[in-house]
């Protein structure tokens, strides 16, 4: 089992950045890809990004592909998201999630286990 904990949201003005961390326990982190996720209010939860194990391969959604940037370092435990350029739009609750299947996965229920998120909100 691993429990996540993600950091680093707050409010930040169109065209800014912030960094998102997701810190896991356990001594398996390096057996799960990782997504991030992320719910505006009224929506449904959707995929923003997700790194596999080794971290050699990412995938992103189309609406942050060149803004957002997943990483991981598996010596800490910690997958990050870069995320550059925000627009109001990615006004959202932020998730981390974690998945022991070997392909990387888009789909929410795919995933194993989440962190309780963190909310980033961008002012126009």
């Known amino acids: 089992q691993v429990q996540l904990v993600e950091s680093g949201g707050g409010l930040v003005q169109a065209g800014g950045s912030l960094r998102l961390s997701c810190a896991a326990s356990g001594r398996t982190f390096s057996s799960y890809n990782m997504g991030w996720f992320r719910r505006a209010p009224g929506k449904e939860r959707e995929f923003v990004a997700a790194?596999?194990?080794?971290?050699?391969?990412?995938y992103y959604a189309d609406f942050v592909k060149g803004r957002f940037t997943v990483s991981r370092d598996n010596a800490k435990n910690t997958v990050y998201l870069q995320m550059n350029s925000l627009k109001p739009e990615d006004t959202a609750v932020y998730y981390c999630?974690?998945?022991?299947?070997?392909?990387?996965?888009?789909?929410?229920?795919?995933?194993?286990?989440w962190g309780q998120g963190t909310q980033v909100t961008v002012s126009s």
């Open positions: 999630a974690a998945d022991l299947n070997i392909l990387l996965s888009t789909t929410p229920r795919q995933y194993d286990y």
């Open positions: 790194i596999r194990r080794s971290g050699g391969t990412t």
